[in-house]
């Protein structure tokens, strides 16, 4: 089986540009989530999506946002880069049955640079 | 709210010796999971374990090992008989189920094995 797939690997913005990242998760695994990991926050959640909608979110301005597509592959945008938006992103796929939770398993990342 | 601590930032050691990391959470789901997860310089967290909050029962896998203990609210993982290739980044999660699908990550514990 295929494992989480993430593109691009590596990007380079200016600030208060905008910026796309896919994820396509492991085949069967309906629910995806990301993650920003830097320094000096380490690694903080973003928000969770399941069946096309999102179910979870975490502390992060509004120009973070993502959605899902009816094949569960997932995108985030940031909009309006800041300096402080340079970042490992990570996504995370896992398969959720009934009210059970399971192992996520992620992606290589996408290290985005702002300058 | 959920928090994770690894309190140790960095363990160097040489091949062939025991690693033990340790991690404190702090829930007041009674349901949770807990996890360790591995990052190597490549970046891609790689899933080692996972134990429910209602299995307290402690196990090897290999070289893994790891203790449960919910008295002390307490996940500790050990390495035994360390080589290079277990040079990473190790982090401990928690993902509470009243919370949703979110991972709560502690700072991680950079562990070097030197030959």
């Known amino acids: 089986k295929a494992g989480v797939t993430q593109t691009p690997r590596y990007l380079i913005k200016t600030r208060g540009q905008q910026v796309t990242l896919s994820c396509s998760p492991i085949s069967g695994h309906r629910s995806v989530s990301w993650y920003q990991q830097t320094p000096g926050q380490g690694l903080q959640f973003l928000f969770e999506y399941f069946s096309e909608t999102q179910r979870n979110k975490g502390n992060f301005p509004g120009r973070f946002s993502g959605r899902q597509f009816s094949n569960s592959r997932s995108e985030m945008n940031v909009s309006t880069l800041e300096l402080g938006d340079s970042a490992l992103y990570l996504c995370?796929?896992?398969?959720?049955?009934?009210?059970?939770?399971?192992?996520?398993?992620f992606g290589p990342g996408t290290r985005l640079t702002v300058l | 709210a959920q928090k994770v601590t690894q309190a140790q930032t960095e363990i160097s050691v040489v091949e062939k010796e025991d690693v033990t990391l340790d991690c404190v959470y702090e829930?007041?789901?009674?349901?949770?999971?807990l996890f360790w997860y591995k990052q190597p310089p490549s970046g891609e967290l790689v899933f080692l374990i996972r134990r429910n909050s209602f299995d307290e029962q402690n196990e090897i896998s290999g070289r893994y090992s790891w203790n449960f203990q919910k008295s002390t609210s307490s996940f500790n993982f050990t390495i035994t008989a360390s080589q290079v290739v277990d040079s990473a980044v190790y982090f401990c999660?928690?993902?509470?189920?009243?919370?949703?699908?979110?991972?709560?990550f502690g700072g991680g514990t950079r562990v070097l094995v030197k030959p």
């Open positions: 829930t007041r789901d009674t349901t949770y999971y």
């Open positions: 995370a796929s896992s398969f959720v049955r009934g009210g059970d939770y399971n192992e996520q398993f």
């Open positions: 999660a928690l993902l509470s189920k009243a919370a949703g699908n979110k991972l709560t």
